[in-house]
Structure formats: structure tokens, C-alpha cells
């Protein structure tokens, strides 16, 4: 389970918001993958939800590439 496996790494210290070699966050990671569930966790604990990688781009961005709509709501959600 992709949230019990992050649970774990939060709790053990990783910087929730840490960045891969691309600049992607979880966040992003979680936005590209559709996976709304992981993204409403995220959120929950205090990811930045307009944070951008490299190129600019943010989870918003990725979600709606992805064309999920429920990412999109959430994220919208988050920056109000």
C-alpha cells in the first residue's frame, strides 16, 4: 500500500516535499500516477501543493495532464 510505505518513510524523517533527480515531488509523482488517495494523504500532512520541479511544472500541472479529474479537485481544494 503506497500510503502505509510512505507513512513509514515520513515517520522515519524523509522530507516529505524531497525532490528526484527531475525535481518531482511525491506530490507530483502521486498527480502523474492519478493516484488520488495517495495525493489526499499528501495534502493531509503538509506536502506543497505549488511547488515546481524543474521545468515549472507543479502537481497541477501533472494532474491535468493525467486528466484525473479528482486530482484536479483536490488540488484545487488545497490552494484555497
Do not use: W
Given at each position: 500500500?503506497?500510503?502505509?510505505?510512505?507513512s513509514h518513510?515520513?515517520?522515519?524523517k524523509?522530507?516529505?516535499?524531497?525532490?528526484?533527480?527531475?525535481?518531482?515531488?511525491p506530490?507530483?509523482?502521486a498527480?502523474?500516477?492519478?493516484?488520488?488517495?495517495?495525493?489526499?494523504?499528501?495534502l493531509v500532512?503538509?506536502?506543497?501543493?505549488?511547488?515546481?520541479?524543474?521545468n515549472?511544472f507543479?502537481?497541477l500541472?501533472y494532474?491535468?495532464?493525467?486528466?484525473?479529474?479528482?486530482?484536479?479537485?483536490?488540488?484545487?481544494?488545497?490552494?484555497?
Amino acid at each position: 500500500d503506497n500510503i502505509a510505505a510512505v507513512s513509514h518513510l515520513l515517520d522515519a524523517k524523509a522530507e516529505i516535499d524531497s525532490m528526484s533527480c527531475l525535481g518531482k515531488t511525491p506530490l507530483m509523482f502521486a498527480a502523474s500516477n492519478g493516484n488520488a488517495e495517495l495525493m489526499e494523504f499528501l495534502l493531509v500532512v503538509g506536502a506543497k501543493f505549488n511547488q515546481g520541479d524543474f521545468n515549472h511544472f507543479t502537481s497541477l500541472s501533472y494532474a491535468c495532464q493525467e486528466g484525473n479529474a479528482r486530482c484536479v479537485e483536490l488540488l484545487l481544494q488545497a490552494s484555497t
